[in-house]
């Protein structure tokens, strides 16, 4: 060939792969979620052939570690990644917020960006199945099946008529009842797979009869398993396996789901949050109540409830301002809910907001300063400064790294904590009041959430780490949609000629 026309025609090659790179996104993206997934179960299992829908995908494309939000909360890592936002612009912080002087339960009406199927809708229909803080159902361009916390009787799906076809097949959605009960493994675990399998034949059922573009799928019992099951790991016991199991069958659901999904689809699989050993939980009111921050009122509450925080007064109060009261009152009736009884424990409602300068929210180490806590500013060094500084009383180790607002979100940041605290190690921080030492071990769960999640996507090549915000502009980039401004992350598709 002519030296002259060669790098000429190299350079039309080259234009030719770009345009067609660019102009033709994927008919279809398909997101798994796996709460709660981590890289070390995984890859053991993947190494002695386990995982083999998994791996054939990190074969085809890219991997790695996916750095999930503060606080490392199911409803603020799922809101984030379907909203390519920081809780910052989002609003989600945790399970519940302040509401005044109480605390309510976060729904998907709190939630406030458009999540990227709002965008993949405005283009063709969307199937989204139980994704984390999206109960009540808001309406989608096709099909939504409302995720954790939904409510059976209350109208979990969009459009409502979805429901009663899912019923009539079997389905499970996970509720409070669902919690796991020490003495009760047996029955935890086979509602476990139960609920799985009924959740993968919903998802293929949807996925064949509607014209999709985008397709989001998430299954909640690993984080669940994880928390209660983590101390058997490896041992000796009747449980040393049940975790192994449980991703060995999540596998399979991936290889039913992605061969469902057909051809020209890019596929992603997504963890919220990694999971490692729990040894302590650190009670943060307590602390603070000890070193003279926080004080508590009369008032009691008991139970589950208490110890996320709600006391029974204000789960009423929340739910009838949706709408929800006269729906759910059986749900209430399994939980020896009986709103108005004499409460012994003290739950986060209980704290005086008038006298108490700073208190900590329910989960995730957040602090919070109230009206009363004078110099903010000082407050905040102070508090800074001796949080960074508290020790595990066994070993000395430091316990937290913390931060304020601004060093980690984005947006207008309202309603976020003070200080958000990060875990350094097998450490996980809780707000329950009523006990005596700061630092102790946990009474049942013995895994926890990790900053480190996990990711794998069907095409690109190579190991690299992402954040929780790339992934909803990972998937507009995959259809060929253009990102939106609002949106923190970038996409980590890369072409495939970047090799
Ligand atoms: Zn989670």
Redesign the pocket.
Known sequence: MNSSIKPFLLLLVFLWMIIMGGATGADHVLVIGL??ADWDVIQPLMEEGEMPNLQKLMEEGQHGNLTTTLPV??PV??TSMSTGTTPGKHGIYGFIERDGNTFVPTTSEDVEQNRVWDYAGEEGEVVVVNV?QTFPPQEVNGSLISGYLSIEDAGYTYPEELQEELERDGYRIETLSDEFEEGKEEEFLERLNVTVEKRTEAAEMLLEREDWRLGWVVY?GL?RLQHYFWKYQGGESDYAEVIDDHYRKLDRQVGELVEQAGDNTTVMVV???GFGPLEKNVYLNTWLKKEGYLQLEGEKASGFLADIGLTQQNVVDSLSGLGLLEPVKGFFDFLGFNPGADLPEPGLSDIDLETSRAYAGNYGGKIYLTGNAGDREELLKELEAELESLEDPDTGRKIFEVYRPEEIYTGDMEGAPDLVLESRGPYRAVGFLGHQSVVKQPPEKTGT?RRDGMYILSSGAGDSDADITDISPTILKALGQPVPDEMDGVSILRHPTDR
């Open positions: 709460d709660g909360e199911s890592a799922w984390p909640t984080d963890s919220d949050h959430h």
